[in-house]
C-alpha cells in the first residue's frame, strides 16, 4: 500500500512533522505495510508523545491530501494503533545499517515469489 507516490508523499509527511518538533530523522525506510525509522528525540518528549503526535497528524495529512484514501480509511484511522520502538546507544550504526538493509531484503524477496 505504501509505494509510489503515496510513499513520497508519506515521506514528505513525517519530514515535515519532524522538523515542526525538531526531531531528528536520522534513517527513513518506507515499506509497503510499515515504516523503519531512526531518530533523534530531544529528551523532553517522550516516546509516546512523538508516536501519538507523528502517527495522529500523519493519519490527518495523508487522508487530506489523498482523498481516494478517505473511502477506504474513514473515521481518520490509518495507522494500526500498536508501534514497535527501541531506544538506541552504542549500535547506532547497525540499526541503521538495518533499517537500510531491509529495502534490500525485501527486493530480493519479492524476486523470490513465483507469479
Not at 40 to 63: N, R, T
Not at 77 to 86: E, I, N, P, Q, T
Amino acid at each position: 500500500m505504501l509505494k509510489g507516490s503515496l510513499a513520497l508523499s508519506m515521506e514528505e509527511i513525517l519530514k515535515q512533522l519532524c522538523e515542526w518538533k525538531k526531531i531528528k530523522i536520522l534513517e527513513l525506510n518506507i515499506q509497503t505495510d510499515h515504516i523503519y525509522m531512526v531518530a533523534s528525540v530531544a529528551p523532553k518528549f517522550s516516546v509516546s508523545q512523538v508516536m501519538g503526535f507523528l502517527k495522529g497528524k500523519s493519519s490527518i495529512k495523508i487522508l487530506d491530501c489523498r482523498l481516494e484514501l478517505k473511502k477506504r480509511y474513514w473515521g481518520r484511522h490509518f495507522w494500526a494503533k500498536g508501534y514497535c520502538v527501541s531506544t538506541v546507544g552504542l549500535d547506532e550504526e547497525k540499526i541503521k545499517k538495518y533499517v537500510k538493509w531491509q529495502t534490500e531484503k525485501d527486493n530480493h524477496m519479492g524476486q523470490l515469489k513465483l507469479f
